[in-house]
């Protein structure tokens, strides 16, 4: 049985992106362990002969031939409507190269 | 409308005085500015206009979008969901968005981040979610119908609490393309409504196969009213459940509810299935792995707010995802709880040769309370934990009301099971006992 520390819910946090409020990981780790409490029970099944299931519709590549839809595709400026920081028709993201590099 | 007998405006004016009047139950996210201008353009469509509420999750290019989460609250689509898209192309009307726990994470709609909703059979306790805006819109007349998600109770749960229909579709059945993904192996968009009949209609109109979702079935559709008048004459039915303690109360309610179908010429006996206690373990662990790569795209660089706007409810959600599928852990938690998710594919299976249909309670008992979910980590899987097994295998299943309490007001649900692809059975069968019985307040009229 997992009892999560809080250092864990940090690295947790970095693992998925979430900026963490001050503190904040106490609180999660308490919630984690009450969440795995619940679900041990899992451990008492026999799924050694057992395929898992990752989907339930039995289908398998449902593709499609690789060209642009006009019709499906935003104009630039319906691509832009929703973000909050854009500069001359482009996204303005978060910087990830330092600038050193 | 067609039999002259009431007007669309007259339908209108009574929503529009319903939505007013109900305020306080915070059902709606946003309303639709040009409904009614819309409906009067739809003639003689199949829905000719008539007003039907959409849970926020599902996007409605030019009318906001925000799964109820801060962090969405000014998103505005530049495209409508394949369903919003059917919906429109058969005449239906959004009348407005619904409320829903966000993110669709929870079963109570108390975890929205723009309040709960009310339920409005008693304004003291919760709709039940997440559908939870939808069910109550039903519930409190101010749409004709709605539509609602599933990943795991999500449509059947609140339609039992708000004492409405809900149906599940099979997984594949309904396109998801266009709504904020949960999970995506488990969602199922589907309708809420006041009768069998009305859930019977609306699906018809939103199933199909679909080129923008590649997990949405290529069987034709068929006509889920065809056989809706036929009776429950022949049919074996199963009861689940029976055995699990927590549900003695409420059984005690339902099973002379049951006699119904005995009456009216189908068999019924309980019989054991795989306990539902398992189901909570495989979804929890399914559920928040799905979420947490579902919910990766939202960084706020092309839409929304950043991610320190994630309530606390969706980044527990994301973080335990994450740690399920992490180096390490993804053995023993994911593709163990995949695994067990096997055995329920399996049990259903056997089950189903054995019987025609398989019923349960839809929720371990009544609506609770508001602030019932405070400080309770597992409150929606626990209450989820009979429709659980269903939805994580995929298979449709049917909520009608089954019994009210004269003190309260509140309502218990029927969860009517088929296998795979056979909803218009459950339609059937939803719809004897519904015609059968006086539970709901709008099947004769």
Redesign the interface.
């Known amino acids: 049985m997992k009892n999560f520390s809080p250092t864990q819910?940090k690295h947790?946090?970095t693992?998925?992106?979430?900026?963490?409020k001050i503190g904040e990981e106490q609180g999660?780790a308490q919630?984690?362990d009450?969440?795995l409490s619940?679900?041990?029970?899992?451990?008492?099944?026999d799924?050694s002969k057992?395929?898992?299931?990752?989907?339930?519709?039995g289908?398998e590549n449902?593709?499609?031939e690789d060209i642009a839809l006009s019709e499906e595709s935003?104009t630039q400026k319906?691509?832009l409507?929703?973000?909050?920081h854009t500069n001359n028709g482009y996204?303005?993201?978060?910087r990830i190269i330092d600038k050193d590099e | 409308m067609r039999e002259k007998k009431v007007s669309l405006d007259e339908i209108y004016q009574d929503v529009d005085s319903e939505i007013a009047k109900s305020k306080k139950l915070n059902i709606y996210t946003n309303l639709n500015p040009t409904a009614k201008d819309q409906a009067s353009k739809q003639g003689d469509s199949p829905l000719a206009g008539l007003p039907i509420a959409v849970k926020d999750n599902y996007s409605t290019k030019g009318l906001t979008t925000t799964a109820s989460a801060k962090m969405l609250e000014k998103f505005v689509p530049q495209y409508d969901s394949t369903v919003a898209r059917l919906l429109g192309e058969a005449g239906g009307v959004v009348i407005g968005k619904t409320n829903l726990d966000a993110w669709a994470h929870g079963s109570s709609t108390e975890t929205s981040d723009f309040g709960p909703t009310l339920n409005p059979r008693n304004l003291d306790h919760l709709p039940g979610g997440s559908s939870g805006g939808s069910a109550a819109a039903v519930a409190s007349n101010t749409c004709l119908a709605a539509l609602g998600t599933e990943t795991a109770g999500s449509i059947r749960q609140p339609a039992a609490w708000c004492g409405v229909v809900g149906l599940k579709p099979s997984y594949g059945r309904v396109s998801r393309s266009g709504i904020v993904a949960m999970a995506s192996s488990t969602d199922s968009p589907g309708p809420i409504t006041k009768t069998v009949e009305d859930a019977a209609l609306l699906l018809q109109h939103i199933s199909g196969l679909d080129a923008k979702d590649s997990t949405t079935s290529p069987l034709a559709v068929p006509n889920f009213s065809q056989d809706m008048k036929k009776g429950v004459k022949g049919l074996r039915i199963g009861l689940l459940y029976s055995e699990v303690p927590e549900l003695k109360e409420s059984l005690k309610l339902l099973e002379p509810q049951l006699k119904v179908f005995e009456r009216l010429g189908a068999s019924v006996e309980p019989v054991k299935a795989l306990d539902p206690h398992y189901a909570i373990g495989v979804y929890t662990i399914v559920q928040r792995a799905e979420v947490s790569s579902n919910l990766a795209r939202y960084t706020g660089v092309r839409y929304g707010k950043d991610r320190s706007f994630l309530g606390s409810e969706a980044r527990k959600r994301i973080m335990l995802g994450t740690f399920t599928l992490s180096k390490g852990y993804a053995d023993q938690y994911y593709t163990h709880a995949q695994k067990v998710r096997s055995l329920f594919r399996q049990d259903f299976d056997k089950l189903f040769e054995k019987y025609d249909l398989l019923v349960s309670l839809s929720s371990p008992g009544f609506a609770k309370k508001i602030g019932a979910t405070e400080g309770q980590a597992m409150f929606g899987e626990l209450e989820d934990m009979l429709l659980e097994p269903s939805s994580i295998v995929g298979l449709p299943g049917l909520n009608i009301p089954c019994y009210r309490d004269e003190k309260t007001n509140l309502f218990l649900g029927l969860n009517i099971m088929a296998p795979m692809w056979q909803e218009a059975r459950m339609i059937q069968a939803g719809y004897a006992f519904e015609q059968a019985t006086a539970w709901n307040e709008w099947a004769k009229s």
Do not use: C, G, K, W
């Open positions: 819910v947790i946090a693992l998925a992106n979430i900026p963490l999660i919630d984690f009450q969440t619940v679900i041990t029970n899992l451990n008492e099944l799924v057992t395929e898992p299931t990752h989907q339930v519709t289908l449902i593709l499609r935003f319906e691509a409507a929703n973000a909050s996204f303005v993201v978060p």
